[in-house]
Nanobody, 125 residues
Framework: VQLQASGGGLVQAGGSLRLSCAASGRTLGRYGMAWFRQAPGKERAFVAAITWNDAITYYTDSVKGRFTISRDNAKKTMYLQMNSLKPEDTAVYYC???????????????????WGQGTQVTVSS
């Protein structure tokens, strides 16, 4: 599976962006998918995840109520709708996928085998 993240950009605080993660090769089928982000000088951090059948979504506390993760398996694409953006959301955003994701490991970057190249999100104050 190859993942391609896109949709990043420069936006003012309070604005919105929608990130996309397109998969090529194998179908996303039963892959759990997630978004992580990495700000300068910080470690890669979990943002949101979604199970393969859309049954469950997970979010880090700082984005709850502002970000929405979704996926369209027919289009082999995952999305992250980001609203009410804040300067602290500035980071490179990465999409990731794996078929061994479950409720006890979705937040752990180490369990994801497949990664996109990252897309920069910059929120100005």
């Amino acid at each position: 599976v190859q993942l391609q993240a896109s949709g990043g950009g420069l936006v003012q605080a309070g604005g919105s962006l929608r990130l996309s993660c397109a998969a090529s090769g194998r179908t996303l089928g039963r892959y759990g998918m997630a978004w992580f982000r990495q700000a300068p000088g910080k470690e890669r951090a979990f943002v949101a995840a979604i199970t393969w059948n859309d049954a469950i979504t997970y979010y880090t506390d700082s984005v709850k109520g502002r970000f929405t993760i979704s996926r369209d398996n027919a289009k082999k694409t995952m999305y992250l709708q980001m609203n009410s953006l804040k300067p602290e959301d500035t980071a490179v955003y990465y999409c990731a996928g794996d078929n061994l994701i479950h409720s006890r490991n979705y937040y752990d970057a180490r369990v994801y085998a497949y990664w996109g190249q990252g897309t920069q999100v910059t929120v100005s104050s």
